[in-house]
């Protein structure tokens, strides 16, 4: 084996860096992975903000449907706000290997000897900066629009920050298995909705009791847990139905 | 001359009709194979096959003389797939294209920058390397997908219909290359329809009869 490799890089032309071996940095592919992907995003601008279209676009339908009357919407809030939230990263998901199935960039990814492991944990990563992270950042401006309680507004970011991340891996998971269906989408909802309902519940939980003035540090405490299980196991998931996916 | 990929007694299949029965392969370092046969042959599914994509088969697959269950990261580092879709993001230019495969076969910054640039320049697309390649032709893009034959420092390559689109001195270009890659030590497995000019090299491999 080392004969032949020192034969063909012999051959290689003097200078010439592509004859020099590689070293597989795991580090390297993640960034690389997690650039190709946001930079993606920013090309297609339009693809990326459709979800918060959506959660702006539904959020601000809610005043006008139930009322304006405060108290009742001020109890609203966090249920809405965290339903509509979870809808959207359900929609986003569902387009999250369909382009790289599409251009065969997937069995690159399979046929790279870097792992798939971290591969899929970067796209989720990115994923998630693309969806979860503007909901975060744009969800403020929503609980004033419903009237929540200044109170909740920290407990409602941070608890958005935790539950969307653990949700774009349960979505990635669900993403993968589906790529290779041409109709997958309700499939989709079906395979992973059950799986979002506990991050739902802890995220409203934390949120209301925020509002009632009582402690969320144990809802949040547990969204957390959530999300340390998901960011350990959820890409062993990922990955091997990414592989199933592209073995047809 | 060393043995690099085998397969014994390979047998795939396709919706219940078989396409490969039986066949031994072994590719040496040095020679070019040829997959030939008509369409909806197998000559895909079987190349497929080979690169560990599909576990759709039965059979074994040897790399280096070893079972491909435990040398199956040895065989990733050394092989090279470009198959029928070209794994080119459309909104990203030619170099940012390359500088991802780069980075997932193990080059990365300026390295990988400067090995982008010189394979970007020996598959003609010097000039284009920062225009989007969704405003490239079919054929400059899959030049950006061949491009990558220039990366790493594989031993065998796995080419499904690597001269779709390319023109004809894209042909004469590519055979060069492989050629070249084969003399070097490298193996290649490839599917076309086209008489290669590098005859000397090349062993043939009927599916379909």
Not at chain 1, 151 to 169: E, H
Not at chain 1, 211 to 228: E, P
Not at chain 1, 234 to 242: G, T
Not at chain 2, 44 to 60: D, H, K, Q
Request: charge should be negative.
């Amino acid at each position: 084996m080392d004969d032949l490799n020192s034969s063909i890089a012999r051959a290689a032309q003097p200078g010439n860096k592509a004859g020099e071996q590689p070293s597989i940095s795991v580090k390297a592919a993640f960034l690389a992975t997690l650039r190709r992907d946001l930079l993606m995003a920013y090309r297609r601008r339009g693809d990326f903000i459709n979800p918060l279209a959506f959660f702006l676009i539904v959020c601000s339908l809610f005043p006008l449907s139930v009322g304006p009357n405060p108290q009742l919407l001020s109890l609203l809030a966090p249920g809405i706000l965290w339903v509509v939230a979870l809808l959207a990263c359900l929609l986003s998901s569902d387009t999250m290997f369909r382009n790289d199935f599409d251009d065969g960039s997937l069995e690159q990814m399979i046929l790279s000897p870097v792992s798939l492991y971290v591969q899929v944990t970067a796209k989720t990563l990115a994923h998630w900066l693309l969806t979860g992270f503007p909901l975060m950042l744009l969800s403020p401006l929503l609980a004033l629009l419903l009237q929540l309680p200044s109170t909740g507004v920290i407990a409602l970011m941070t608890s958005l920050a935790v539950g969307t991340a653990t949700l774009s891996f349960i979505g990635a998971i669900g993403a993968a298995l589906t790529v290779g269906l041409r109709k997958g989408g309700l499939l989709l909802s079906l395979i992973i909705l059950p799986l979002y309902i506990p991050v739902l519940i802890f995220g409203v939980s934390s949120v209301q009791s925020a509002t009632n003035g009582s402690d969320y540090m144990g809802q949040l405490a547990i969204l957390g847990a959530f999300l340390a299980l998901a960011i350990t196991l959820s890409p062993l998931a990922i990955a091997a139905s990414v592989r199933i996916s592209v073995d047809n | 001359m060393t043995l690099l990929l085998q397969a014994v007694d390979l047998y795939c299949e396709r919706d219940e009709r078989p396409l490969v029965e039986n066949l031994n392969l072994r590719v040496e370092s040095g020679h070019i194979y040829q997959v030939e046969g008509p369409n909806g042959s197998g000559k895909t599914t079987l190349l497929r096959v080979l690169c560990g994509i599909s576990s759709r088969f039965r059979g074994e697959l040897l790399w280096r003389g070893e079972s491909m269950s435990t040398q199956r990261n040895s065989y990733l580092s050394e092989l090279l797939y470009i198959g029928h879709s070209s794994g080119v993001k459309t909104a990203l230019t030619p170099r940012e294209n390359l500088v991802w495969h780069a980075a997932i076969t193990g080059f990365f910054g300026n390295v990988a920058e400067e090995i982008v640039s010189e394979a970007l320049d020996r598959v003609g697309l010097y000039g284009f390397e920062d225009v989007p390649c969704y405003a490239l032709s079919a054929g400059q893009q899959r030049r950006v997908s061949l491009a990558r034959l220039f990366i790493g420092n594989m031993s065998l390559w796995i080419l499904d219909e690597p001269f779709t689109a390319i023109d004809k001195q894209g042909v004469a270009e590519l055979e060069i290359w492989i050629g070249e890659f084969a003399e070097r030590g490298g193996a290649v497995i490839l599917t076309t329809h086209h008489e290669l000019g590098i005859n000397h090299l090349v062993q043939h491999v009927r599916l379909g009869d």
